[in-house]
């Protein structure tokens, strides 16, 4: 079971990044999918999330009207496009996946079974 991020990078205020995260050695479509993020300093935080099946979603209110999380079946992929970047967005992104919790805990790390190693955020 694995999760590979990428697409992070270095860009300016008010910028745009979509990151990717592929998935493999697990029957994706049974899972949920999030992504976190983590700054220096501070606690990881759960930035969106989408149910197994791609039909419901919900953002961290920091980022809501500017990020759009979505989910390619087809290529066990998860996105996460961010527009309107902030240097407050800067952080190592990770994208992860759960089974067994209720969608409304979705912020809880300890519900997620499978992390990628992160991808480098920097909003300047």
């Known amino acids: 079971v694995q999760l590979v991020e990428s697409g992070g990078g270095s860009v300016q205020a008010a910028g745009s990044l979509r990151l990717s995260c592929a998935a493999s050695?697990?029957?994706?479509?049974?899972?949920?999918m999030a992504w976190f993020r983590q700054a220096p300093g501070k606690e990881r935080e759960g930035v969106a999330t989408?149910?197994?099946?791609?039909?419901?979603?919900s953002y961290a209110v920091s980022v809501e009207g500017r990020f759009t999380i979505s989910k390619g079946i087809a290529e066990n992929s998860l996105y996460l496009q961010m527009n309107s970047l902030e240097p407050d967005d800067t952080a190592m992104y990770y994208c992860?996946?759960?089974?067994?919790?209720?969608?409304?805990?979705?912020?809880?790390?300890?519900?997620?079974?499978?992390w990628g190693q992160g991808t480098q955020v920097t909003v300047s």
């Open positions: 992860a996946a759960r089974r067994g919790c209720d969608f409304g805990r979705w912020r809880l790390a300890t519900c997620y079974t499978v």
């Open positions: 050695g697990y029957t994706y479509s049974m899972y949920s």
């Open positions: 989408i149910s197994h099946g791609g039909s419901t979603t």
